[in-house]
């Protein structure tokens, strides 16, 4: 489950994030505790091997460097997440571009867009609802490079709902899609940042997005 953070931060992530830094604390503790337990067991000057004091002495020492070093990466993947998100939400009500898996369809056409390696007469848009069946909207005259089309659910007759979304054409080469939408929000979720393109259009990972086009004049 996602959790908006458009408005109000959310400790979800953190929460996550200190449930598995804590138990990495444990480990580590439970570690040294014991190292320290062996060591205060002998007698420094004449250990059962003569090497093994200097070796428990430096393997704490590297626990004790390790641990430092794990806490400041934790605080500087938080600062970089805080970052993007600030970011991110700067650009709510921009126009974007962004690689889409599936689209959540309603009446209110969409702009998509997919890029070719080869030219094709003919071809389709494969839409496959959550019951596995599909339905294929005939396209032509495809060219190498990007192709445009805009998908218009009502006047093609598709019911309301999620599908998984593709175009194949006829030489067997298939395709992404690509939607322009508006950037409506951002959540923050348990893997990061989540942005939402138009009315519940599509959720879709940063790493998705292809392009910004600017604030609607």
Not at 7 to 24: D, K, L, M, P, Q
Not at 63 to 73: H, I, S, T
Request: charged fraction near 10%.
């Amino acid at each position: 489950m996602t959790t908006a953070v458009n408005n109000n931060s959310s400790g979800s992530g953190s929460s996550s994030n200190g449930a598995i830094a804590s138990n990495g604390n444990d480990i580590q503790n439970m570690f040294t505790t014991l190292l320290v337990a062996q060591i205060k067991n002998q007698d420094p000057l004449s250990p059962s091997d003569p090497s093994a004091f200097v070796n428990q002495l430096t393997q704490l020492s590297q626990m004790e460097a390790l641990q430092k070093l794990a806490d400041q990466g934790g605080a500087g993947n938080s600062m970089m997440q805080s970052l993007q998100m600030l970011a991110l939400g700067g650009q709510v009500g921009t126009n974007v571009q962004a690689q889409v898996d599936a689209l959540k369809l309603g009446t209110t056409p969409v702009s998509t867009h997919f890029t070719l390696a080869t030219a094709a007469d003919a071809g389709a848009l494969v839409l496959t609802g959550v019951d596995g069946v599909e339905q294929r909207v005939p396209l032509s005259k495809l060219v190498s490079g990007q192709n445009d089309y805009t998908l218009d659910p009502a006047k093609l007759g598709i019911a309301p709902g999620y599908y998984a979304v593709r175009v194949e054409t006829g030489a067997k080469e298939t395709a992404g899609i690509e939607v322009s939408a508006t950037l409506t929000n951002v959540k923050l979720g348990a893997n990061g940042a989540v942005l939402s393109l138009g009315a519940g259009l599509a959720e879709v990972d940063p790493s998705a997005l292809t392009q910004f086009n600017g604030k609607p004049n």
